[in-house]
């Protein structure tokens, strides 16, 4: 399994950006899918997910400004991220909770797409 993320790049301040993952391969059913990020010098933390409910979840300093959504048929998960400030500045993963068999999960990670927010 491959999760293959797009979209990153530089913006100014209040600027917008709209973020892609697709995941490829042994597929039996997506779990969970979403997004993390990592700062420079911070641990990384959840930006946005899907539970395996459908549920969302997000962190709270993007609310309002970032939204999730999928398309469940292309494997994909879109993160669109309006307003966007400086501290937004981070590599993005994309994450996936993934059955390739019935039996059992596994956790698969992007290579993730830097987005910069600056003037």
């Known amino acids: 399994v491959q999760l293959q993320a797009s979209g990153g790049g530089l913006v100014q301040p209040g600027g917008s950006l709209r973020l892609s993952c697709v995941a490829s391969?042994?597929?039996?059913?997506?779990?969970?899918m979403g997004w993390f990020r990592q700062a420079p010098g911070k641990q990384r933390e959840l930006v946005a997910a899907?539970?395996?409910?459908?549920?969302?979840n997000a962190a709270d300093s993007v609310k309002g400004r970032f939204t999730i959504s999928r398309n469940n048929a292309k494997n994909t998960v879109y993160l669109q991220m309006n307003s966007l400030k400086p501290e937004d500045t981070a590599v993005y993963y994309c994450?996936?909770?993934?059955?390739?068999?019935?039996?059992?999960?596994?956790?698969?990670w992007g290579e993730g797409t830097l987005v910069t927010v600056s003037s």
């Open positions: 994450y996936a909770r993934i059955f390739t068999t019935e039996y059992s999960p596994l956790d698969f």
């Open positions: 391969g042994r597929i039996f059913r997506i779990n969970g």
């Open positions: 899907f539970t395996p409910a459908g549920s969302t």
